[in-house]
C-alpha cells in the first residue's frame, strides 16, 4: 500500500507547486493577455485570454517612430531601449567598479574612519530617492548633462555604490586571507593576489552585485522621470508611464512595453546565472 | 637551501606583546620543529618568517641575506597552511602551477615539475580535480605538493596534520620526514602536537609566553628539561611535579627532595636543607618494587590499558597521609587494579628551583 501513498503523496505535492505557479504567474499571464488584446480598455474578467487577439499593440508600441525637426525619421522605441540598456550595464559597470577596490578595503585594511564610513555609506541608503533628485537635477544642470545618458550613470552609479560596497565587503570577508597570502608566499604581489584569487572567488557575489545594480538601474523611474524631458533620452520605466500616465490609459500599450522591456533582464539574468556556480568558494580550506 | 637566524625577535600586536624576543639558529637543510601550546605565539613566529608578518624588532637571516624587510614573494620560501589554502577555484594541477607561472616558468618545465611532484605524492590521478572533490587527506597532499613544486630555499608548516585523522596523521608525519631527508630542504615545522615534535625534529623549540624555553635535540630536551614549563609540556603521561623541601636526617646520610631520594646529589647545584625545590618524576621513570622496598607508594584509582602498557593513576602516599594525584606508566604484564597501593622505584628525578623553576644542575 505504500505505493499508493506515495502516489497521493506525489499528487498533493504537485497540485501545491501547482497552485503556487498559477498564483505567481496570474498577473503576468494577465498582462500578456493585455497585450495581445483588441479592446483597449481594462475590463473585469476572470480568465487571462486576450479578447479580440491581436499584435497590433505590440506592432504600436516597438515601432514608436519620431520625425526629427530635420524631416529624418527615427526609430523612437529603438533608441529608447539602447537608452535604457546602455545606462543600466553602464550603472552596473562604473558601479561595481567603484565598489570592489572599496569593499575590499574595508574587509581587509585597518584604517582610520573604517567604521565611521562604513557606517556614513549605509546612511546613504536611507534617504529616498526623491530627496536627491532637485540637487542632482541642478548639478546636472549645470554640467550639462541633463537628457544625457552619461548624466543619469552618474547619478544611478553613484546611488548603487553603497549598497554594492556592503554587499561585497561582506564576500570579501567571508574569503579566508590564507589564500591571499599562500598567493604572496607563492610569489605574487599583494595586487597579484587581488586580482587572480580574491577576485575570482567572489565572481558569484560580484555577479549577482551586478545584477542588483543593473535591475536598480533598469527600473529606475523617479530620477529619470525628473531628470529627462526629451523623449528621444527616455528610459523605458518612462515610456512605460507614459502610456497610462496621460489622459486616456492605454493599458494594451503598457502591457505590450512591459513584455518588451522585460525581455533584456530575462537575458541578462540567463547570462549572470552561469556565474552564480553554487559553492564555488567551497573546498579550498580545512578538511 | 639556507640557515635560518632569527635575534631578539619582538612582535607586538597593539599593546599585547607576543614574542618577546625570540633567538632562532637553524642549521642548513635541518628540520626544526617550533612546539608549544596554543597561543604561544608560533605561528607569529612562522608569520614573521614568512614575511606575512612585519616583525616590532629584531632581525631575520635566511643564509648571509637580512630578510627582515622582505615581501613573502622575495624570501624564495613555501608556505603549508594549516587550513592547505588551496585555490578553490583552481584545479589541481593549476594549483600547483601557480608559483611557477607567476616565475614566468616555461610551459614544458612547469608541466615536468608538476609531474614529478603529483608522482612523489602520489597525486597525479587528482591533477584534473577542483580541490572540494578531494578529501581531506587529498587536500593536504596538494598542498604539500604546491610548496615542493616551487623548490624553495626553506619550507615553513603551520600545523599542516591538525586536520587529519589521528591514522593519516602518523602517516603523513612519516612521510613528511622522508621527504625532508630526499629533498634536504631546511624546514621550519609549527605544531602543537608533542609527538610530531619529538619524531620529526632534527632541532627542536618549546616556545612559552612569547620565548624560547629551550632548544636542542628532542631527546636532549626530553631527558633534560631547562625548567618546570618544558618538563611538563614534553613526554606523555606529563612528568609529575611535586612542590618539595631539601632535606637530610644528617649530614652522612642521604638527601631527599621532601620523600624523593635524590640518588646522585653531587649532580645538582645548590643543594643545601629546608632549600625549596620541585621534584619531577616521569611517569615511566618509575618501577614497580617489591613491597617495603619502594621509595613511593601510590594508592591506585584509574588503570588506563594501551597495549603494552598500564598508565596508572592514583594518589601519592606521604608521611601526613594521601598526598598529590601521581601518574605512573608500568608494562602491561603488572596486574594492578582499583584500590591496590604501589610500591614504587624511582629511576630518575628531575629537581627546579620553586621559585625560578628552572632546572638544577651543576
Ligand atoms: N593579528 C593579530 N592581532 C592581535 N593579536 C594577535 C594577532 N595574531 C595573533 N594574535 C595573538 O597572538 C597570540 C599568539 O597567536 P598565534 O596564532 O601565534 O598562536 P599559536 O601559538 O599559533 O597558537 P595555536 O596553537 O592555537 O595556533 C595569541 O594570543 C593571539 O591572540
Ligand atoms: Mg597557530
Sequence with gaps: ?287 | MVSVQAKQLIKRFGETTVLAGVDLDIPDGEFAVLVGPSGCGKSTLLRLLAGLERVSAGTIQFGDRDVTTLEPRERDIAMVFQSYALYPHMSVRKNLEFGLRLRKTDAATMTARVEEVAKMLDISHLLERLPRALSGGQRQRVAMGRAIVRRPALFLFDEPLSNLDPALRAQVRVEIRKLHDQLGVTSVYVTHDQVEAMTLADVLFVLDGGEVQQRGRPIDIYREPANCFVAKFLGSPAMNLSPVELRRESPDQRWFAGQFPVATPTAFAGLETGRRVVAGVRPHDLVLASEGAGDLELDVEVVETLGPELTVHGTLRTQAGPGQAYVAVLPAEHRVTRGDTLALKLEHLHLFDADTKRTLRC
Design chain 1, 1 to 287: 500500500m505504500t505505493r499508493r501513498a506515495d502516489l497521493l503523496e506525489a499528487i498533493a505535492a504537485h497540485a501545491v507547486v501547482i497552485l503556487a505557479v498559477c498564483f505567481s504567474l496570474y498577473p503576468i499571464l494577465w498582462v500578456v493577455s493585455l497585450a495581445f488584446s483588441g479592446s483597449t480598455s481594462l475590463e473585469p474578467q476572470v480568465l487571462p485570454i486576450p479578447i479580440e487577439p491581436t499584435l497590433e499593440p505590440m506592432r504600436e508600441v516597438v515601432g514608436a517612430t519620431r520625425i526629427e525637426p530635420d524631416g529624418s525619421e527615427i526609430w523612437l522605441f529603438g533608441r529608447q531601449l539602447l537608452n535604457s540598456v546602455v545606462v543600466s550595464i553602464a550603472t552596473a559597470v562604473v558601479g561595481i567598479s567603484v565598489a570592489i577596490p572599496t569593499a575590499y578595503a574595508f574587509a581587509r585594511f585597518e584604517f582610520v574612519g573604517r567604521r565611521e564610513g562604513m557606517r556614513l555609506l549605509l546612511a546613504t541608503q536611507m534617504f529616498p530617492a526623491v530627496a536627491s533628485a532637485v540637487p542632482l537635477f541642478m548639478i546636472l544642470e549645470a554640467l550639462e548633462l541633463l537628457n544625457t545618458r552619461t548624466g543619469l550613470v552618474l547619478c544611478y552609479a553613484s546611488t548603487s555604490v553603497p549598497f554594492a560596497v556592503f554587499q561585497l565587503r561582506s564576500a570579501f570577508e567571508a574569503i579566508p586571507i590564507d589564500l591571499e597570502e599562500a598567493a604572496m608566499v607563492d610569489g605574487a604581489t599583494r595586487f597579484e593576489a587581488f586580482v587572480r584569487v580574491v577576485l575570482p572567488v567572489a565572481r558569484p557575489a560580484i555577479a549577482v552585485t551586478f545584477l542588483f545594480a543593473f535591475m536598480t538601474a533598469y527600473n529606475e523611474f523617479i530620477l529619470a522621470a525628473t531628470l529627462l524631458d526629451d523623449e528621444r533620452a527616455f528610459t523605458l520605466p518612462v515610456v512605460l508611464q507614459r502610456f497610462i500616465g496621460e489622459y486616456d490609459a492605454r493599458w494594451d500599450l503598457f502591457a505590450a512595453g512591459a513584455i518588451v522591456v522585460s525581455l533584456p533582464v530575462m537575458l541578462l539574468f540567463y547570462q549572470v546565472q552561469r556565474h552564480m556556480v553554487a559553492g564555488l568558494g567551497a573546498g579550498g580550506v580545512k578538511g
